[in-house]
């Protein structure tokens, strides 16, 4: 059974730092693409970041290029999202994504999710 567990959601204020963490078990993940998406309460789900499966290749929405950063680490089979200077704005679900298109900005391009994890950012 394929899971991607998220973790390190948190309540922040403002200008602080977290880092997400997504654990991958239950097949292989050689060559996949690996995202982060977030969607806050009433609005579409919305791509924040991605890596391809050596990390030579980075992504980033607008909003989040400058703050966050994307990384894996292949034999512990884990992708990190270090979020900096955070904004209210950043305040959503986040979720972890694993595919293997080149797609990467695309929800519909990804196979497995997991469940999420909640990032507030107070103001």
């Known amino acids: 059974q394929v899971q991607l567990v998220e973790s390190g959601g948190g309540l922040v204020q403002a200008g602080g730092s977290l880092r997400l963490s997504c654990a991958a078990s239950?097949?292989?993940?050689?060559?996949?693409?690996m995202g982060w998406f977030r969607q806050a309460p009433g609005k579409e789900r919305e791509f924040v970041a991605a890596i391809n499966w050596s990390g030579g290749s980075l992504y980033y929405a607008d909003s989040v290029k400058g703050r966050f950063t994307i990384s894996r680490d292949n034999a512990k089979n884990t992708v990190y999202l270090q979020m900096n200077s955070l904004k209210p704005e950043d305040t959503a679900v986040y979720y972890c994504?694993?595919?293997?298109?080149?797609?990467?900005?695309?929800?519909?391009?990804?196979?497995?999710w997991g469940q999420g994890t909640q990032v507030t950012v107070s103001s």
């Open positions: 239950g097949r292989t993940f050689s060559n996949s693409y």
């Open positions: 994504a694993a595919g293997w298109t080149t797609s990467w900005a695309l929800p519909k391009s990804y196979l497995y």
